[in-house]
């Protein structure tokens, strides 16, 4: 049985969210296997919650009043793979006593991001259980060549072995240039996401209004309408030069086919230039330009993608796409295409 720690996502947000759709993307490989997904609480279900779907079983329950039953799951596993860092904070005791074959997944660099988000006391916790996991892993995933770097530099004498696999969502279908009328003449320019701080909402909204013109539309596709609709309120951007949406991931290929320009304004600080966001490979996949702050994002300099910076932004830009960034995402998905069951070497 391998046991995953990590919650299963069940909800269209859920599959939305970057790191489910990570989630998500792991399972495929395994749907052969009997595998557990473990989400644990400190507080909350107080009730064990169980779903099973074939091969695979999810339970979400409380560390206290099924202790022993997550010690039995840690017993009887022969892989655990830990989804995020995160996952690991109440079940750190367990990774200790238990002698078996470890795989972390990474995901990002969680002391750091903490930092940025001014939660000391969580970045100081979140170091020690690092530093911990480090000493019984076997495997590292990474999203980006970078974040290896970063963590090979961090813990040299660390033994666990690192592969690079990026997060390319399910739900990509192949775009090839030309294949249909992208747009409607004006500068389509697009933001997919929600309006988290790191994401720099306020400026792109600020830039927005300083560009209205005829000649650009603007849209946001996001799960979080309602904040985006009164910030678009209290700065007074007319509403026929900006389209608010929320739309299911299978439906946003409608909307970048016809995008030329995409906001992804991510600032120069380690937490970016390690990740691989979901944003980026979508937009690139469908040959859309970002509009960066930094272009140190992840590995995409190194693949060199085309972006333009958030100052050359206005109503004179082309209305085109960009080749080399669909190949910059056919060069991903050739780097992604090993056997990741053999790669990680599964006991």
């Given at each position: 049985?391998?046991l995953?720690?990590s919650?299963?996502?069940?909800t269209p947000?859920?599959f ?5 759709q990570?989630?998500?993307?792991i399972?495929?490989f ?15 279900n ?15 329950c ?7 039953m997550?010690?039995n799951?840690f017993?009887?596993?022969s892989?655990v ?6 996952n690991?904070l109440y079940?750190?005791g ?6 078996k ?9 969680v ?5 940025m988000?001014?939660?000391e006391?969580?970045a ?6 690092e ?12 999203v ?12 040299p ?7 690079v696999y ?5 739900h990509?279908k ?13 500068i389509?320019?697009i933001?997919s996401?929600?309006a988290?701080v ?16 005829d ?16 910030k678009?309120a209290?700065?007074k951007?007319?509403k026929n030069?900006?389209?608010?949406k929320s ?7 409608q909307?970048?086919k016809?995008s ?6 991510r ?10 966001p979901?944003?980026?490979i ?6 859309i330009?970002?509009?960066?702050l930094s ?19 206005n ?9 080399k ?8 998905y ?14």
């Amino acid at each position: 049985m391998i046991l995953f720690l990590s919650k299963y996502p069940q909800t269209p947000e859920e599959f939305r969210d970057g790191f489910y759709q990570r989630v998500e993307n792991i399972d495929r490989f395994f749907v052969d296997d009997q595998r557990t997904y473990l989400s644990v609480s400190f507080f909350k279900n107080l009730k064990k919650k169980v779903r099973k779907d074939e091969n695979r079983e999810e339970i979400d329950c409380n560390l206290f009043l099924h202790f022993f039953m997550i010690f039995n799951l840690f017993r009887k596993s022969s892989l655990v793979y830990i989804q995020s860092i995160y996952n690991a904070l109440y079940m750190i005791g367990f990774i200790l006593l238990f002698k078996k074959y470890y795989v972390l997944d990474l995901h990002g660099v969680v002391p750091e991001e903490l930092v940025m988000q001014q939660k000391e006391k969580h970045a100081r916790v979140f170091s020690i259980i690092e530093k911990l996991l480090f000493i019984k892993m076997k495997v590292c995933i990474a999203v980006t060549n970078r974040m290896v770097h970063h963590y090979k530099s961090k813990y040299p004498k660390s033994k666990t072995k690192y592969i690079v696999y990026a997060i390319l969502p399910s739900h990509l279908k192949p775009y090839q240039l030309n294949s249909e009328i992208d747009n409607t003449g004006k500068i389509e320019i697009i933001y997919s996401g929600n309006a988290q701080v790191w994401q720099n909402v306020d400026l792109m909204l600020d830039t927005i209004k300083n560009n209205l013109s005829d000649k650009i539309h603007f849209t946001i596709l996001t799960g979080d309408p309602e904040t985006f609709n009164a910030k678009i309120a209290s700065l007074k951007i007319k509403k026929n030069q900006i389209t608010v949406k929320s739309v299911k991931p299978e439906e946003l290929d409608q909307y970048y086919k016809k995008s030329n320009y995409g906001f992804v304004l991510r600032d120069d600080f380690l937490v970016n230039q390690v990740a691989c966001p979901t944003k980026i490979i979508e937009y690139l996949n469908y040959g859309i330009i970002p509009i960066v702050l930094s272009e140190k994002i992840g590995d995409f300099s190194e693949y060199g993608y085309d972006y333009i910076f958030l100052n050359q932004l206005n109503e004179r830009l082309e209305t085109r796409k960009s080749e080399k960034n669909i190949d910059v995402i056919f060069q991903l998905y050739k780097d992604n295409s090993f056997d990741f069951k053999n790669k990680i070497g599964i006991p």
